[in-house]
């Protein structure tokens, strides 16, 4: 079964509207949760890492007031697009780490930004 | 030069085959290797995860690890159309660590 929940599967909306996408771990303690950006036809690009109760760390290039997550607790983490807009359309994907099991991803978001 | 580099296809074979994909990187470093499966529109699923050099078996797939070449392969035995994916490598050194993904192989098994 799955191991990590992601939620929505897919996005649409206007430009300027905030996304909220969430990754939830069903059978282990996610102290650490990886965020992915993959563009089509592209490899998996790390955009942050979230540690459970701080501060995430946001890869270079990557805008860290655009791109807001949090990780409250040992269950969730979430990444809020803010103001999207079309150059961020992309298949957000999470992976859970920091347990036995970190190499568990969820099926990802498509987000499409009109 | 990239961290990995991965021939991006598409591969297209015949039911039945055998399929070789591979990957190369440059970081000596690197001690975990996995593949992941990736089909359309959803996220890559772990295959097989390797650790340091060496073969490893699961089914009709087989992980070979060549770190003196800095290598790795996935082999896959009597391909089926459900083996159609995107095929993707990843290495990272620590078991725990952020991974490097290659570009992934399209692969396509014609019934």
């Known amino acids: 079964g799955a191991v990590v929940s992601q939620h929505p599967s897919w996005v649409i909306c206007k430009s300027g509207t905030s996304v909220k996408i969430e990754c939830r771990s069903l059978d282990f303690q996610a102290t650490t949760m990886f965020w992915y950006r993959q563009f089509p036809k592209q490899s998996l690009m790390l955009m942050a890492t979230?540690?459970?109760?701080?501060?995430?760390?946001?890869e270079q290039g990557v805008e860290k007031d655009k791109f807001l997550i949090n990780h409250a607790s040992l269950t969730l983490s979430t990444l809020t697009v803010t103001s999207a807009h079309p150059e961020d359309s992309s298949f957000y994907i999470c992976?859970?780490?920091?347990?036995?099991?970190?190499?568990?991803f969820g099926d990802g978001t498509r987000l499409s930004i009109l | 030069q990239k961290e990995v580099e991965q021939d991006p296809g598409p591969l297209s074979v015949p039911e039945g085959a055998i399929v070789s994909l591979n990957c190369t990187y440059s970081n000596s470093a690197f001690q975990y290797f996995m593949w992941y499966r990736q089909y359309s529109r959803k996220g890559p699923e772990l295959l097989m995860y390797?650790?340091?050099?060496g073969n490893k078996e699961d089914g009709r797939f087989t992980a070979q690890v060549d770190k003196s070449s800095k290598y790795i392969s996935l082999f896959i035995r009597d391909s089926q159309p459900s083996d159609s994916a995107t095929y993707l490598c990843?290495?990272?050194?620590?078991?725990?660590?952020?991974?490097?993904f290659g570009k992934g192989t399209k692969l396509s098994v014609k019934p």
């Open positions: 990843a290495m990272s050194g620590g078991s725990q660590g952020n991974l490097i």
């Open positions: 390797t650790y340091s050099s």
């Open positions: 992976r859970l780490g920091g347990s036995n099991q970190p190499q568990h």
């Open positions: 979230s540690n459970e109760g701080s501060k995430a760390t946001y």
